[in-house]
C-alpha cells in the first residue's frame, strides 16, 4: 500500500522537479509500455504491480476487486464508490497530461543547453 501509491504520485507530479524530470519520464514510458504493450497481451491498462497486489490480496482472503488500482485506493481510503468509467477517464487523462508535462519539461531543459 506505500510503494504503488507513491509511484502513482511520482508519475503524475516527478516532471515538476528539474532532478527528477529524467527518471519521471522513464517512469512514465514504463507505465505506458505496461498499459500499450503488455496490455495488448494481458488487457489494456495491465499494470504488474496491480496484478501482484491483487493476488495478495486474494491470498489474503479478499475478492470481487476492481479492474482498477484507483478505483480499490480511492474506496479504500475514502469510502466513496465512483464510477468505473470516470475513474478510468480521470486516470487516463491525468496520465497524458503528466506525459505531455514531463516530454515538454525534458525537452526544454536539453534544448537550452
Known amino acids: 500500500m506505500i510503494l504503488h501509491p507513491c509511484i502513482i504520485i511520482?508519475?503524475?507530479?516527478g516532471w515538476i522537479w528539474k532532478k527528477t524530470?529524467?527518471?519521471?519520464?522513464?517512469l512514465l514510458?514504463?507505465?505506458?509500455?505496461s498499459w500499450f504493450v503488455l496490455g495488448i497481451f494481458k488487457g489494456i491498462g495491465?499494470?504488474?504491480?496491480?496484478d501482484w497486489h491483487w493476488q495478495v490480496l486474494r491470498k489474503l482472503g479478499q475478492y470481487n476487486l476492481p479492474n482498477s488500482y484507483i478505483k480499490y485506493l480511492l474506496l479504500r481510503l475514502t469510502g466513496i464508490d465512483l464510477n468505473?468509467?470516470?475513474i478510468d477517464?480521470?486516470?487516463?487523462?491525468?496520465?497524458?497530461?503528466?506525459?505531455?508535462f514531463s516530454v515538454y519539461f525534458n525537452l526544454k531543459k536539453k534544448s537550452k543547453s
Open 10 to 13: 511520482f508519475n503524475l507530479f
Open 84 to 86: 468505473d468509467r470516470l
Open 29 to 33: 514510458l514504463l507505465t505506458a509500455s
Open 89 to 100: 477517464i480521470v486516470t487516463v487523462t491525468s496520465f497524458f497530461v503528466a506525459l505531455g
Open 46 to 50: 495491465y499494470c504488474p504491480l496491480t
Open 21 to 26: 524530470r529524467k527518471a519521471n519520464l522513464v
